[in-house]
């Protein structure tokens, strides 16, 4: 079954608590969050002190994209405040194999993130041990972006590795996500669609989400 994580970046940050409430009513499966340094990438977001706001108020898995030089440093942080799965990218860490570990040994998921320009073999060798496999489809930073046409092959590359060596890590896909475009990812192998403006960003929340349900499970 194919999951849908609205992602607040869109949102209206001053009625967080009934932007959540809202489409958590509607039946998504988790709330993606995005968090940004201004160094990794050139927009800033939110911190741990929201997500620990959050986290009381829903019953959703919190599904924290951690777009930030040394995430190893707020690892914990963000543990504490409640996250249930931490992604990093794999462009901004070093040692991409003690990262992931020490996020598994919080008992939270773990996953990687790709940047469209970073090719799957750099992440090859630590596929075992990750939960989940974040392929952007923009380049990370603002929401609101066209999807990249050519990350498609990349996602089906990836469900093609998955199959082969029979790994069982999530695939998610974020940026650009619309009910076209979530087709398409499904259908080349992503599990978890993230969805920003699709979603916040629509007058009819309910409706957003019906379509891009529809669309993942046809
Ligand atoms: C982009 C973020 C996304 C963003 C997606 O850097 O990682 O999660 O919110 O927004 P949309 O769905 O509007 O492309
Ligand atoms: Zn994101």
Not at 88 to 117: F, M, W, Y
């Amino acid at each position: 079954m194919k999951k849908i994580a609205p992602s607040i970046l869109s949102a209206n940050f001053a009625r967080l608590q009934e932007e959540i409430n809202e489409v958590e009513q509607l039946g998504v499966d988790y709330l993606h969050i995005d968090v940004m340094d201004g160094h990794f990438v050139p927009n800033i977001t939110i911190g741990p002190l929201v997500v620990e706001a959050i986290k009381p108020i829903t019953k959703l898995p919190l599904d924290v994209h951690l777009m930030i030089e040394n995430p190893d440093k707020y690892i914990h942080t963000f543990v504490k405040a409640g996250a249930s799965i931490i992604t990093v990218h794999q462009e901004a860490c070093t040692h991409l194999h003690r990262t992931i570990q020490q996020i598994k040994k919080h008992d939270v998921k773990a996953g990687v993130s790709l940047n469209p320009a970073t090719p799957i073999s750099t992440i090859q060798h630590i596929l075992p041990d990750v939960d989940l496999v974040l392929i952007m489809t923009v380049n990370p930073g603002f929401g609101g972006q066209t999807f990249i046409r050519e990350m498609v092959p990349k996602i089906e590359a990836l469900a093609q590795i998955r199959n082969d060596y029979h790994y069982d890590f999530l695939i998610e896909v974020d940026g650009g996500i619309n009910e076209k475009t979530a087709f398409t990812c499904a259908k080349a192998g992503a599990d978890i669609l993230v969805a920003g403006s699709a979603i916040f960003g629509q007058e009819d929340r309910k409706h957003a989400i019906h379509t891009i349900r529809q669309s993942i499970e046809r």
